[in-house]
């Protein structure tokens, strides 16, 4: 399988360019159980603290733009407070053990492959309308496997701080990942992951 593309260098002149603080940054993916016994099974929540990156914002807006990263073993797996903001669908107490075998599940070659690909990467590869109502086209790449995302995005500038918010769906296979499965699909992990996301970065 060819090797992930390599990003064409951004020109960022005359924009102003803001870091990601990780600290404040919020990213969760939301996993859905399925198959004939999915009420055996739980919905989880997988979130990062440690997304890095910057964001560039251009008079021109269709040259603001994005590049960011995150690990993949760094994902916190089912912690009870980031269930509990993800709504019903999703009850806080998951026994430790479940959480260990969801973690050792997500990082193994046919899911993550979290030791041959450490980092998810998103990058803009296509930015339309105005900062207020913008048109975003997102560049994501998941192990070796590239493909672009329409992202719907909110941002917010105050002083020195930016703020984007958003959430979208993708779909494992588009990136070459087999959703978990067990007892021949009769309880398995939907093709559907949502991510929310709530990007803070600060002027350099």
Do not use: C
């Amino acid at each position: 399988m060819p090797p992930a593309p390599t990003a064409p260098a951004v020109d960022t002149r005359g924009a102003t360019v803001y870091e990601v603080s990780p600290q404040s940054t919020q990213l969760s993916i939301q996993v859905f159980r399925g198959g004939k016994f999915s009420r055996l099974g739980h919905n989880h929540v997988m979130n990062s603290n440690h997304v890095t990156g910057r964001v560039w914002v251009h008079p021109e807006f269709a040259r603001s733009g994005f590049e960011l990263s995150f690990p993949v073993a760094q994902l916190v797996v089912d912690d009870a407070e980031a269930r509990r903001a993800a709504g019903g669908d999703f009850p806080p107490d998951i026994p430790q053990s479940d959480k260990d075998g969801t973690r050792k599940n997500m990082l193994k070659p046919e899911v993550l492959d979290g030791e041959r690909y450490p980092q998810v990467k998103l990058r803009s590869a296509k930015i339309g309308g105005t900062q207020d109502a913008p048109q975003v086209t997102a560049s994501i790449t998941i192990k070796d496997q590239t493909h672009d995302v329409e992202v719907p995005v909110k941002i917010a500038i105050e002083g020195a701080k930016l703020k984007a918010t958003g959430e979208f769906d993708v779909l494992q296979t588009q990136f070459g990942i087999k959703p978990f499965s067990v007892a021949l699909g009769a309880l398995e992990v939907q093709d559907r992951l949502h991510i929310k996301f709530a990007i803070v970065a600060e002027k350099r």
